[in-house]
């Protein structure tokens, strides 16, 4: 089994209630049959598998339920072996499955869902993305059509609003920067699910004097972003805290209810041996450090009001640049 490399810690690791902080992962892939990868999976998480329906399979291990699936409710929902239909069709059902099967495992992404982990057990991850690259796991990079992603749903520290503002500040500056270190692979650049947050809200965030309660907080980002298709989206996290409020400015049934932020810019480039779960979740933590250090964050929050000023450094500088070099003179990378 392939050595995993180290996932760096936050300087918060406990919730306000003294619990362990988590984070959710989803990594979608392919090159893998779907059986192949409940196996291994098993395997390597040291699980003991079991098919809840086509194409869905849970493994319970140590750390909680794993879930295998097809990315794709209407193919893992599809059942042309069904009684209710007729008999003429569920005869050519079993043949029309297999070749249905063969190509869903070809264009649409199987994906690997973790329960909640606690930040200290992240190099369970990353030893079973490594061992799914040596077996012949495949990522964005393969095909154009492909555009698989690696989702985080890290916990908070806790759900006050100034300390939701100081991680919404945080992702606001290094949005370009992350982006450039993740966004690798063409065929998720031109999707419309991973936008950065509206420019009007990202000025309004990133005021000094910006320190709104709950309702002013979901306001200003929901007139904004009213969409599940951000880099970041913060409606699940929404629907945990006022879903009443939330239902004023969208109503979509795939949103779902966590205390969790939910990070989904990042490729998963996982057949790259360069590329590591590691190298994504350490960046995360670069923003989790800046959200909680609060001279530095005044001091980003200030260049980024600056950007847009007339001035030879602006001139002759990218955003992505200007970060860059500040976050390697604080030591952050």
């Known amino acids: 089994m392939t050595q995993s490399r180290a996932c760096r810690m936050p300087d918060i690791l406990k919730t306000g209630e003294g619990d362990d902080r988590r984070v959710g992962v989803e990594i979608e892939l392919s090159g893998l049959g779907y059986d192949d990868l409940v196996a ?12 809840r329906s086509r194409y869905v399979t849970t493994i319970e291990t140590g750390l909680g339920e794993f879930t295998v699936e097809l990315d794709s409710d209407p193919i893992k929902d599809l059942d042309l072996t069904d009684e209710r239909l007729p008999e003429s069709i569920r005869e050519f059902g079993g043949q029309a499955m297999d070749v249905i099967d063969a190509a869903a495992e070809r264009i649409v992404p199987l ?4 329960p909640p982990i606690p930040f200290a057990n992240l190099g369970v991850i990353e030893s079973l993305m490594d061992n799914l690259r040596e077996a012949g796991a495949l990522g964005s990079r393969e095909a154009i059509y492909f555009a698989f992603g690696l989702q985080l749903n890290p916990e908070l520290p806790d759900l006050q609003p100034a300390t939701l503002v100081r991680y919404f500040q945080a992702f606001a500056g290094l ?3 992350l982006k450039h270190r993740h966004q690798l692979d063409v065929s998720r650049k031109f999707t419309t699910y991973i ?3 509206h420019t009007r809200y990202t000025e309004l965030l990133m005021e000094d004097d910006y320190h709104p309660d709950l309702s002013q907080l979901m306001d200003d980002y929901l007139e904004y972003n009213p969409t599940r298709n951000r880099a970041l989206d913060l409606l699940p996290l929404f629907a945990h805290l006022d879903s ?3 239902e004023q400015h969208v109503q979509d049934p795939r949103i779902k209810s966590r205390p969790t932020l939910h990070y989904r810019l990042p490729d998963c480039d996982i ?3 360069d590329w590591h779960f590691s190298t994504v979740w350490n960046d995360w933590v670069v923003l989790e450090q800046l959200a909680n250090r609060a001279d530095d964050l005044a001091e980003l929050r200030a260049l980024f009001r600056e950007r847009r000023k007339l001035s030879l450094h602006n001139l002759t500088h ?3 640049e200007t970060i860059e070099d500040w976050l390697s003179k604080k030591g952050y990378v």
């Open 111 to 114: 994906e690997i869902v973790s």
């Open 244 to 246: 009443d409020r939330l």
């Open 40 to 51: 291994l999976s098993a395997k390597l998480l040291k699980g003991i598998p079991d098919l």
């Open 318 to 320: 990218s955003w992505r």
């Open 271 to 273: 057949n790259n041996p």
């Open 195 to 197: 936008e950065p947050w």
């Open 175 to 177: 949005y370009d920067w």
